[in-house]
């Protein structure tokens, strides 16, 4: 089982739709966990942490379920803009300072 | 105002010949990271800085050197650059202390092996 898994997409959605990502993660022990935006030959960019309690950003709304191990984005009334590739991050447990990530969801938000 | 800066954003080198990539950061942080991406893969992780501590992925080529020789700046030296190394390098930052381990990104530079 990969470290990081993510369903690779394409997402294709229509503007205005609600899309949703979900990654799932492998080590119990991990604290940290992000949400990432790449643009097509651009850099990542933080697009949220994930808090234990759930946390919201505008349209972008961040789950993490420890039991069941793996942490969702939701992204409400999508705008051509949010077409990108999003990235799932994790921390490795016992080296705060490492990053895992997923090979990302690929969403295409179409006129 | 651009607070991690890597330069140049394309490199063009030849099969063999040394290249150096840089890295400058104006946050102050401890952590310093190269990751090599490429096309429809995840940033993968060559090795970091902690202050001057380094540490090296297991799986990262011999061919991939490094050096921090202040907090500011961090170089990537590749010293005989194959077919196979051309790639997006991206170097990163974070604070690196507790739970804060967000990391914040250069735009990249962009390696053409030709």
């Known amino acids: 089982r990969k470290e990081v898994e993510q369903d690779p997409g394409p997402f294709n959605v229509p503007e205005g739709a609600t899309v949703a990502f979900n990654c799932t993660y492998s080590n119990s022990a991990s604290q940290s966990f992000f949400w990432y935006r790449q643009d097509c030959r651009k850099e990542p960019k933080l697009l949220m942490s994930?808090?234990?309690?759930?946390n919201e950003d505008g349209r972008f709304t961040a789950q993490l379920n420890r039991a069941s191990q793996y942490i969702s984005l939701l992204i409400r009334d999508s705008k051509l803009s949010d077409s990108a590739t999003y990235l799932c991050?994790?921390?490795?447990?016992?080296?705060?300072?490492?990053?895992?990530w997923g090979l990302g969801t690929s969403l295409a938000v179409n006129p | 105002d651009a607070m991690v800066i890597q330069n140049p954003r394309y490199q063009v080198t030849q099969f063999g010949k040394p290249v150096t990539l840089s890295c400058s950061q104006t946050?102050?942080?401890?952590?310093m990271y190269w990751y090599q991406q490429k096309s429809s893969q995840a940033p993968k992780l060559l090795f970091h800085y902690y202050d001057k501590d380094f540490n090296n992925e297991a799986d990262t080529p011999d061919n991939f050197q490094s050096r921090r020789p202040n907090t500011s700046f961090c170089f990537l030296d590749i010293r005989s650059p194959g077919l196979g190394d051309a790639a997006m390098y991206l170097c990163a930052t974070s604070r690196g202390t507790g739970l804060d381990t967000e990391a914040f990104f250069g735009q990249g530079t962009r390696l053409t092996v030709v």
């Open positions: 994930v808090y234990s309690s759930g």
């Open positions: 991050v994790v921390n490795s447990p016992g080296n705060n300072r490492k990053l895992i």
């Open positions: 946050l102050n942080h401890n952590v």
